[in-house]
């Protein structure tokens, strides 16, 4: 039984190696059955630990016989080794080790300085058969799918979404990033609207939202940074998406500190709001593994692009923000980046005249 199991494990042992060699990355797979491997040949040598002493020892002269008939074949688990063989074998398996270490078989880099992650990224999530040896066995547990702060202060937000504005064909037409707005704040109503349109609940039965999300596991969070909103004070608040309110995480004005962590971009001083996407990965990781991070940046974008079209339609002005010092960010939000980080920022306000406007147009 032992001889199979070792046959087996040794086999394995082969097959992954090789196949780690192709991907490039080590696998869990390969490590585990070399353990068993090792542990096998243990118990091996541990059972047949007198007839190996026997096979090591000198032979005893004997007296010449008579010749006999041919010895049978040596069953396969009575096998002996010899010294000779013993030899042979070590000496095979330095020469082994020696070129395992010495010849270049494409064993990834031990350092990623200078590396395109980005690329290499895309290439190790892509899904093939080669997928699962490259995967850690453990992607951890599905988080909590809300988040809250107990103790906050909560504004409730107005829950009247009857507004029609544009279609969508004529928002999707006239959205343009904005970079000038007016003086003039942001009337609550809209806000409420723009919040609930860019990621709010929109099928109570299932809790399903305005964006689309792999799964329906929501990893991302918004942060209304407010500058200028009718009824609501300066600060950082969370959008509690279950009861369409804000929890309040820090009153004050923060336009001098954004405006230093988004590289002295103007268009901060002058917005009504920053609204910060953050993604929480885990939501999405314990299910979808080596593609998550993907799936979690997908879902930013689909957020991003319907603040842009509920602007458009609720007459407001929007610009995306992608230059920002992340840690900076992420303690004004009061996030570890590791566990919860930020994506995205978007600047909205209210917008000039027509003619103005034009002028001040990107993408």
């Excluded at 001889?3 to 082969?14: E, H, K, M, Q, W």
């Excluded at 939202?209 to 918004?222: M, Q």
């Excluded at 950082?236 to 309040?248: D, G, T």
């Excluded at 920053?274 to 930013?300: C, H, M, N, P, S």
Aim: hydrophobic share 40%; proline share 7%; with cysteine.
């Amino acid at each position: 039984m032992i001889d199979f199991l070792l046959i087996g494990t040794f086999l394995t042992v082969a097959l992954t190696g090789l196949l780690a060699d192709v991907v490039g990355e080590g696998s869990p797979f390969h490590r585990y059955s070399a353990y068993s491997f090792t542990a096998l040949v243990g118990v091996h040598l541990y059972l047949n630990r007198w007839a190996l002493l026997a096979g090591f020892s000198w032979p005893k002269k004997e007296a010449k016989k008579a010749p006999s008939a041919a010895p049978s074949p040596t069953p396969w688990g009575k096998l002996r080794w010899s010294r000779r063989g013993f030899l042979w074998s070590g000496l095979g398996a330095a020469v082994g080790f020696v070129l395992g270490k010495g010849l270049p078989w494409g064993q990834p880099p031990t350092s990623w300085e200078g590396e395109d992650l980005g690329k290499r990224y895309h290439q190790w999530s892509q899904p093939g058969p080669l997928a699962a040896f490259r995967r850690p066995l453990d992607w951890g547990l599905s988080p909590p799918p809300y988040k809250s702060y107990p103790g906050a202060p909560v504004m409730a937000l107005p829950r009247d979404f009857s507004y029609r504005g544009l279609s969508v064909e004529e928002a999707i037409q006239l959205r343009r990033s904005i970079r000038d707005y007016t003086d003039q704040p942001i009337p609550l109503k809209k806000f409420s609207h723009l919040l609930y349109m860019a990621g709010g609940i929109t099928e109570p039965r299932r809790a399903l939202r305005a964006a689309p999300s792999a799964g329906a596991l929501y990893p991302i969070e918004i942060y209304p940074i407010v500058f200028k909103v009718e009824g609501l004070a300066p600060g950082v608040y969370h959008y509690e998406v279950r009861e369409h309110a804000l929890s309040r995480l820090q009153e004050g004005d923060f336009r001098p500190a954004l405006f230093r962590h988004c590289a002295g971009q103007e268009l901060v001083l002058r917005a009504s709001a920053i609204i910060a996407l953050t993604g929480i990965f885990q939501r999405t990781r314990w299910k979808y593994q080596d593609r998550y991070y993907r799936y979690v940046l997908l879902e930013a974008g689909h957020i991003g692009q319907n603040i842009y079209l509920a602007a458009t339609s609720l007459g407001l002005g929007t610009c995306a923000i992608g230059a920002f010092f992340d840690q900076e960010i992420n303690r004004l939000l009061g996030i570890d980046g590791a566990e919860e980080a930020v994506l995205y920022l978007l600047a909205v306000g209210t917008i000039q005249s027509a003619g103005a406007q034009s002028s001040s147009e990107g993408s």
